[in-house]
């Protein structure tokens, strides 16, 4: 079950050495380096596009980001143990479907909202299960719920949508924080990315993650529950999925099937950007941030110079290359620089 | 081991008997040749594109691009074929092939020099060659009227009553699964998969094997994608979009283990015919078709389930043996000491 690495390639990633002197301009950590990126992408968004630095478009460009990065949150914590969930958009969508189908038998909206991530929570407990009960790999498992939660939306709600939604909920989605451009449902996930930031850097249970991730044989013996806590994630992941399906039935006002069909691969791209290291036990909550809101400003303001929205995967895609190989081909270089200096390589951990 | 996993491809063998044997029992034109026909054309550019995927899976990688060079070659074939309409099927199917390679290469390249996941760089590519078909289509659909005659006779054609697109698909399949299985590259292919630094240490270039075999999953994507454009004729940017996930739940479905070193395209490509025909059998029993995804979600969890049963029975099986090896050793061991005891 130790599978030491996910989609490893056959080599392994050589540790990287103290090359301190000649490799001076690269920033030490990846997430500081994105969050740089960032600023200067809105600074020259807000320069050279027409249009980007409005209060309006701020309000949208952050509503967009709103259902990836709240996926995106509980996905960091997967990946950083060395797992993956694939099947978290599927769940988006299966919990936007039940919540039609029960609005439409007179459920109270409350009750509704409360079951959707319920039944979020239940959907990844599945998951779990399949991943530590009976030790499946959790790519192939969660391809596999992938299927069968959006073939289950449809089950629920075949290809109707129900829009009847009471206007204050549909508009409470979208609205606005006094004072500023920040929607309320980004205040949010906001607070929401805090909370995970603190367990995942400054608890106990954090550290066990990173310990889990990067050699899951190692926790088991240092007395971790290694399946609880891997249990006990994919659970979370679920809920915040369904949470995600109500901010997505609520903000188009639209409850489909087919709701937020292929976002697990821009959350998964989004997280990987972020610095997480797709074999485990590395990558910040901070630097997932900064991988979300990257991809969703570089989206808005290529859409607003008007180049063609589907042309942006290009940008998408190369990010995501670029964010592996160029730490991979820094760390490469400071560790020949290191043997060349006859200097022991450490082992530090840097872009993480 | 070999029994094992012959039982394995066997199993999703007689799944797919009894699916189309309880469909015919309900509708004999399941049977009739019409029927067979139309599953054998839709699966068999499926069965393409596992046959590829698997030798990628066997070494432990994963190619998430290949709906992306699929829809990227499938575009380039119709331009190829309205930019010049007399060109010959021969030359056209190369250019996809190469096409294909191409991408293959470029995801090959980037995994096995900059030694970086496979996963993380073939979802990159799987967009980065999407937007890039979409630009380059920027909305514009290429129609069968596009297409020459010829070209489109080729992806309804049948020989004997078996469709030409089927023919190839075997064609591929057979090769490819007797290159894995017999010859000394395929072999190295699994045994990168079962452990890489083991394989490096026993002498194997792995990462221009690697290299390789995405070079194949991409070939073999393209071809897929000339087959789609002559099967359907209508060709646009979207064309084979999410069909990755697709081609992976073919595999995993077949046997091929997720985590490399074990499988066959055989049962990749039985997997792939199990998928296709559960959609038309689900159609044939009048089940409302939105069950058809929840089905093979189920599918998958059953197989992936299954194989790790069987994996878990035969561990166990040789570490009883193991152990009754071990016992054995020693009453021999005691029965050598108390010889030599007697002989003093």
Partial sequence: MAHDSLYASPQRRPGAGRGRRRTAWVPRRWDAALVSALLLVVLGSALLVDGFATGRNAQFLLLDAVAIGLVALPM????????????????????????????????????VVVAAVALGAVLGAVNGVFVTAFGLPSLAVTIG??????????????????????????????????????????????LLAVAFGVVLHATPFGRELYAIGSNAEAARFSGIPVARRKFWLFVVCGAVSGLAGVYWTLRYASARADNGEGLELAVVAAVLLGGVSIFGGRGTLAGVCAGVLLLGVLRNALQLADVAADTLDIVTGSL???????????AMARARLARKDRHEGTHERKFG | MTALRARRELGVLLALALLVAFTAADNSRFLSSQSIRDVLLSASILVVLAVGQTVVVVTRNIDLSVGSVLGLTAFATGKLFVAAPGTPLVVAVLAGVGLGALCGALNGALIAAARVPALVITLGTLYVLRGVDHSWASGEQINAADLPRSFLDFGTATVLGVPVLALVAAAVLLVVATWLGSYRVGRELYAIGSEPAAARLSGIPVGARVFLAFVVSGALAGLAGVLHAARYGTVDATVGSGMELQVVAAVVVGGVAIFGGSGTAYGAAIGALLLTTIGSSLAVLRVDPFWQQAAVGGLILAAIGLDRALAARTARRAAARSAADAAAGQDAGRRGEREATHGS
């Fill in chain 1, 76 to 111: 960091t914590l997967v990946v950083i143990t060395g797992e993956i969930d694939l099947s978290v958009a599927s769940t988006l969508g299966l919990c936007s479907a039940v919540m039609g189908q029960l609005w439409l038998s007179g459920w109270p909206l409350e009750l």
């Fill in chain 1, 145 to 190: 719920t992938l299927a069968a939660y959006r073939g289950l939306a449809f089950v629920v709600l075949g290809d109707q949508a129900v829009a009847d939604f009471p206007g204050d909920w549909t508009s409470a989605a979208v609205e606005t924080a006094p004072g500023g451009a920040l929607p309320w449902a980004m205040v949010g996930t906001a």
């Fill in chain 1, 320 to 330: 995501l290359i670029v964010s592996v190989v160029v730490p991979n081909a820094v």
